[in-house]
């Protein structure tokens, strides 16, 4: 039973007296211990999306549609839980934040309150959630211990510390343990690692890996690097357009992408390991929201375009079917058959030649 | 500038054997005492220079009154000789050192008016200065913050458009005018309260001291300088911290507040109001500085006995002992309003007192 499950989710920003949706009807389903990865550029709603499962949109922002039913097993004291999340208000919605989903933030940088001690900022977000807003010094310090510990900082060092006397690295741990503090059964991860050196990065990809196998949680991962997400990643989706346009597992859509956008995300970004492919970038630009295209909002950058493509928008098609519990391969491109890696392109030149 | 002197000097001692001087240096409250305690001297010594090389000096001016006034030049100069404090056979240098030597006893000389020293007259009517004015600004600042931070929250709403409307056209007008208007329109025509009663600092006949009767009296006569004050300045505040309350909500740490399920007003009061803050209170040291400077017209037009009316007098009678103890007093008193500021800055956040001390060293 999946913990989170989004139907036909729809938001849109307010923009000079109109509505222009951002998040045109997503569905997907995110398993308990399971990682999700979004891919997409910037403006393809990826981000959009990650803030409105939270309810966190700016004050433009507007969830116009759709579902996004949060499940939790019940214990021997707790209660199973089912409910819509777009329809909790006040203390329910604010005890779902963090408790039950927490979000780990692109910027990093500015993640923690400047004025208060990271100490100050693990004890009140513990504070929030105590069932009577009380909760012992000793109880605050000992599991704010023993997260930073898990993401190997020293709790000493740290709690006490102004978050501008850490460095950027240890600022996205102290964030990441944060987001641990109250166990929650959903982690979203949006851009987690976009401001950090490489090495950096590599540090917290794998202490995420560990940590989710320790502690069992859901993962949403947002990014614009593919590689990285398909290396974290049990699923892959990618977005575009504020639309799902291709998914499957990991190395579905990395071997065998079969949108032509996602293959052409596989070209843009260069690679730390698969060897030196040339990047090529995507041709044009994404469309503008307000005034989409009919058919596929891809069809005017793509090569392997056809009429058919500029009327007929196909949805979801499946590439290769999986038995149930197994993620299968779909793609929303009507010559998916058709669609090759650049790369891939390229040695079939090659080898014609 | 701060950053750079206090770079040189760890540059030219790296192994400086006045440890303690470099110790005081990176001290941020002892510095800041310090670079105030110049600003006073700097300010004190512009002032001694200034007002002596003003053509025809006060004793040859007082003795031209006199004998004016009828008394023979040798009885006004005896009595030149025991007001003023200094001979101006003396060299200036002296004259100079002499006068510091005196400030540093408190002593800021004799007043013309006779028998009374200018350290009196200034005890007498600065207090009041101070209690209105910072009473006022008191007032001023709180409401203007909370109103501030309410209307960012609810920007674009009745609230928001009617405190801007009324705060920037209140801001326009100058606190003398709206003193003006205010006895007029609200004491005289509309009776709202009584002028010839608040008039002056405290009822005659009610003994200084610290009981209900004198407070409350206190108060009472303060009310109509301090609306003048809060009305014509409550605005400002309110839309420079509307302004900065919109930035600080757009910053990461708020929405990341708001995804820990913080409580509202815990994210309002620690997280966007405290981060708020910040910027404003240079603005907050500097403004309040100017109201205090701007209120001797306020001061003269309600007839409130600070030291503002007291300033007035002494600016028309010549009596230039008081009007340099006044300005340097005055002086002082803004010098330390802003110190004080700093270091509230300081503790509010935690940034600055690192990156002065720390980061140099």
Known sequence: MPVLSVRDLRIGYRSGGRLVEAVRGVDFDLYPNEALALVGESGSGKSTLGLGLLRLLPRTGQITGGEVRYRAPGGDQVEATDYDVLSLEGTRLRRFRWSEAAMVFQGAMNAFNPVLRIGEQFADTMRAHAPEGRLGREDIRERAGDCLRSVRLEPGQVLGSYPHELSGGMRQRALIALAMVLEPRVLILDEPTTALDLLTQRAIVDMLQELRAERGFAMIFISHDLALASELADRVATMYAGRIIESGTADDLFREPRHPYTAGLIGAVPTVHGGALEPVSIPGAPPDLARLPAGCSFASRCSYAVDECRTTDPGLLMVTDRPAGETSHEAACLRWEAVRMPAMALQDEEAGK | ?361
């Open chain 2, 1 to 361: 500038m701060s950053t750079t002197a206090s770079g040189v000097e760890a540059a030219a001692k790296p192994e400086a054997p006045a440890g303690l001087a470099r110790r005081i240096w990176h001290n941020y409250v002892l510095r800041r005492v310090l670079r105030s305690l110049f600003v006073i001297w700097v300010v004190t010594t512009a002032m001694f220079f200034m007002l002596r090389l003003l053509p025809g000096n006060p004793v040859d001016t007082f003795i031209a009154q006199q004998i004016r006034g009828g008394s023979t030049y040798e009885s006004a100069a005896a009595t030149a000789a025991n007001l003023f404090t200094f001979d101006p056979e003396t060299p200036l240098i002296q004259q100079y050192f002499d006068y510091l030597w005196a400030l540093l006893h408190g002593d800021l000389g004799n007043s013309l008016d006779p028998g009374t020293t200018v350290m009196e007259q200034i005890a007498a009517s600065l207090p009041w200065t101070i209690f209105s004015v910072g009473y006022a600004l008191l007032i001023a600042i709180g409401l203007g913050l909370l109103l501030g931070l309410v209307m960012a929250y609810r920007r674009g709403g009745f609230l928001d458009h009617s405190i801007s409307m009324v705060g920037s056209t209140l801001h326009a007008i100058p606190n003398y005018l709206f003193a003006i208007i205010v006895v007029v329109f609200g004491g005289v025509q509309l009776g709202l309260f009584n002028v010839s009663e608040t008039r002056g600092t405290h009822t005659a006949g009610v003994e200084p001291g610290f009981n209900f009767t004198f407070i409350a009296d206190a108060f009472y006569h303060a009310s109509i300088p301090v609306t003048v004050y809060v009305l014509t300045t409550f605005g400002t505040w309110a839309l420079v911290m509307k302004a900065s309350t919109i930035t600080t909500l757009e910053e990461d740490y708020v929405t990341v507040a708001r995804a820990r399920g913080l409580s509202g007003r815990r994210i309002g009061t620690q997280y966007v109001g405290r981060n708020a803050v910040l910027p404003m209170v240079a603005q907050i040291a500097t403004q309040g500085g100017f109201v205090f400077g701007s209120a001797i017209f306020v001061e003269l037009i309600l007839k409130y006995d600070g030291v503002s009316a007291e300033l007035y007098a002494a600016v028309n009678d010549r009596d230039y002992a008081t009007v340099q103890g006044i300005l340097l007093i005055m002086t002082i008193v803004i010098v330390f309003a802003n110190l004080l500021a700093e270091i509230v800055n300081s503790m509010l956040d935690p940034r600055i007192r690192e990156s002065e001390s720390g980061a140099v060293g």
